[in-house]
């Protein structure tokens, strides 16, 4: 029995996610597609536009067999940790064979080479990424140039190249076995803002849902989607997050991940001047929109950097947020994990160490989304 693994956010699910799906099992072969999804928190450092559980229910909708939470320390972390904590899950169940992402490019001898690279980067890109970060620049750019003479810079600069490279050195420096099925993406540019036909991004979709104009996707999301976007709260951060900056000391701020070079410095200063947002006063070259946001989070939410490190390093568990319910094998598969299979909150009870801390932090996170959404925490049935 084989499972073809899909690391996903579904913030929301849409049409490129269902031919995703579609084409994962096709080209896979696989028996089972299993979703390893962000929870209420995800990779951009927001809020998702809908409660977790709602979106894992759409995946299994759409074709996928189950749904597993990945934890809110690794979801709302940068490109390398997301991956790492992702493959870790995944890697821990021995019947997945293959992992299937979307990417601008589908070359897989492209993304071995370039991963194998990346986790043994040379003397002459190490020193060049120095300087060139010296001058001002980001780090994502700073190192596509470096190593421009061994991998495309284009390559390098594509946000979904970048996850599925990422995905690629963690299978790599853990020897695992499991394939790599990377996919063409549909439609526009993942950043793209603009609402076409089909196959809109994500970022677009969300910019509609904010502007309370929902009647517009109906070409873009599957009807289960559009059902419930309609009744999305969008979860507001900003208050929760200023809060957290003002109440923490610049000793905690700096021990969230990339916090670094005085950034805690500047988030006190926007907290207690109470400029619009820290987004939009400490984006520049240097540091990302993206990145900016994620800092803000982890210190509402409470994660360290050397937190997230620990768990990687500790045995965790399997969180089923939603499961076929006509599928009567895929539990079982999933069962045969060295992991604890949660299905219901009171499994938690079988955890110990790092794994029961990763859970409890898990919960706090539910419990802030619910604050910042307006929504209560959902805790049905994981059948779908």
Do not use: W
């Amino acid at each position: 029995m084989k499972i073809c693994a899909i690391i996903c956010e579904y913030n929301p699910f849409h049409n490129g996610h269902l031919y995703h799906i579609q084409t994962a099992k096709k080209l896979s072969g696989a028996d089972k597609i299993l979703c390893v999804m962000s929870g209420n928190f995800v990779q951009r450092g927001e809020g998702a536009i809908l409660e977790k559980r709602i979106r894992a229910k759409h995946a299994v909708l759409a074709g996928a067999d189950a749904v597993l939470e990945l934890p809110s320390i690794f979801a709302t972390s940068n490109a390398e940790l997301f991956a790492k904590g992702a493959i870790k899950l995944i890697s821990a169940i021995p019947n997945v064979t293959t992992l299937c992402f979307g990417s601008e490019n589908a070359e897989t001898n492209k993304f071995l080479m370039s991963a194998q690279l990346l986790n043994d980067e040379p003397q002459d890109v190490s020193d060049e990424i120095k300087r060139l970060l010296s001058t001002g620049i980001g780090y994502a750019k700073a190192r596509a140039n470096a190593y421009s003479k061994y991998i495309p810079n284009h390559f390098l600069l594509k946000p979904n190249n970048l996850l599925g490279l990422e995905y690629t050195r963690a299978l790599l420096k853990s020897n695992s076995k499991i394939e790599i099925l990377p996919i063409v993406r549909q439609g526009n540019d993942y950043l793209d803002t603009s609402l076409t036909e089909n196959f809109s991004s994500a970022t677009a979709i969300r910019e509609v849902i904010k502007q309370d104009k929902t009647e517009k996707l109906s070409s873009n999301v599957p009807e289960f989607t559009l059902n419930d976007i309609k009744k999305a709260k969008i979860p507001d951060l900003l208050s929760l997050e200023k809060l957290a900056v003002l109440t923490k000391s610049k000793q905690e701020i700096a021990r969230v991940c990339d916090c670094s070079e005085g950034l805690e410095n500047a988030f006190k200063q926007v907290a207690e001047n109470n400029l619009s947002d820290f987004e939009k006063e400490l984006t520049s070259p240097r540091y990302t929109s993206a990145r900016i946001r994620r800092i803000a989070l982890q210190t509402l939410l409470g994660i360290e950097e050397t937190f997230i490190r620990s768990a990687l390093g500790s045995p965790l568990y399997l969180r089923v947020l939603a499961v076929n319910k006509s599928d009567e094998e895929i539990l079982s598969l999933l069962g045969q994990s060295s992991y604890p299979l949660l299905v219901k909150n009171s499994d938690a009870k079988k955890l110990k160490n790092v794994a029961k801390e990763v859970f409890e932090k898990e919960e706090f996170c539910d419990r802030i989304y619910a604050i910042a959404s307006g929504n209560s925490p959902l805790y049905h049935n994981p059948l779908v």
